[in-house]
T-cell receptor, first 112, second 115 residues
Framework: SQQGEEDPQALSIQEGENATMNCSYKTSINNLQWYRQNSGRGLVHLILIRSNEREKHSGRLRVTLDTSKKSSSLLITASRAADTASYFCATGAGGGSEKLVFGKGTKLTVNP | DTEVTQTPKHLVMGMTNKKSLKCEQHMGHRAMYWYKQKAKKPPELMFVYSYEKLSINESVPSRFSPECPNSSLLNLHLHALQPEDSALYLC??????????????FGPGTRLTVL
């Protein structure tokens, strides 16, 4: 079963606005990763946040993690048309497994 | 060289054909992965090789056969596929042995269509 569930499933905003995507997961985690996928292409790693971290920044990206609520959010500030992509969170599968399990993803469209 | 390459980019095959997908990385990564991704779905893990040994097979049908000839190469041999196997097949690698704390580096994928 999937570990992460993102919401919203789809998000459409104007260039310059901020975009927030959320991810919820089920079991305890060591870390949570966010990936971006441009249409029909491979995934690109964006950021990893460890379970003992609450917030992490990378350029225009801000990720938060709330382990008590088993949730994470990805904020993209001052969005650009080039940010149009699908965004996936990924966590360990749990139960001692080291494989990554990806959430269902959020499709972000940034309109120029 | 900091990328994962995959060939071919597109593949159309009949249900009786035998074909292979190829993945290559020259980053010295020790773990390599095959994922299958259907449209509007997340990638689903198929196989993991760690130090050139198969460490995970996610109960994938035997018509998919992975091979890791050396630490830089990963193949996926296809035989007697079904139309529902049509998908984007993604290869990935990560620096150390299989670990959920490692960043995975993805190739651009092979778009497979089974007629």
């Amino acid at each position: 079963s999937q570990q992460g569930e993102e919401d919203p499933q789809a998000l459409s905003i104007q260039e310059g606005e901020n975009a927030t995507m959320n991810c919820s997961y089920k079991t305890s985690i060591n870390n949570l990763q966010w990936y971006r996928q441009n249409s029909g292409r491979g995934l690109v790693h964006l950021i990893l946040i460890r379970s003992n971290e609450r917030e992490k920044h990378s350029g225009r990206l801000r990720v938060t993690l709330d382990t008590s609520k088993k949730s994470s959010s990805l904020l993209i500030t001052a969005s650009r048309a080039a940010d149009t992509a699908s965004y996936f969170c990924a966590t360990g599968a749990g139960g001692g497994s080291e494989k990554l399990v990806f959430g269902k993803g959020t499709k972000l469209t940034v309109n120029p | 060289d900091t990328e994962v390459t995959q060939t071919p980019k597109h593949l159309v095959m009949g249900m009786t054909n035998k074909k292979s997908l190829k993945c290559e990385q020259h980053m010295g990564h020790r773990a390599m992965y095959w994922y299958k991704q259907k449209a509007k779905k997340p990638p689903e893990l198929m196989f993991v090789y760690s130090y050139e040994k198969l460490s995970i097979n996610e109960s994938v049908p035997s018509r998919f056969s992975p091979e890791c000839p050396n630490s830089s190469l990963l193949n996926l041999h296809l035989h007697a596929l079904q139309p529902e196997d049509s998908a984007l097949y993604l290869c990935a690698s990560s620096p150390k042995e299989l670990s959920s704390t490692d960043t995975q580096y993805f190739g651009p994928g092979t778009r497979l269509t089974v007629l």
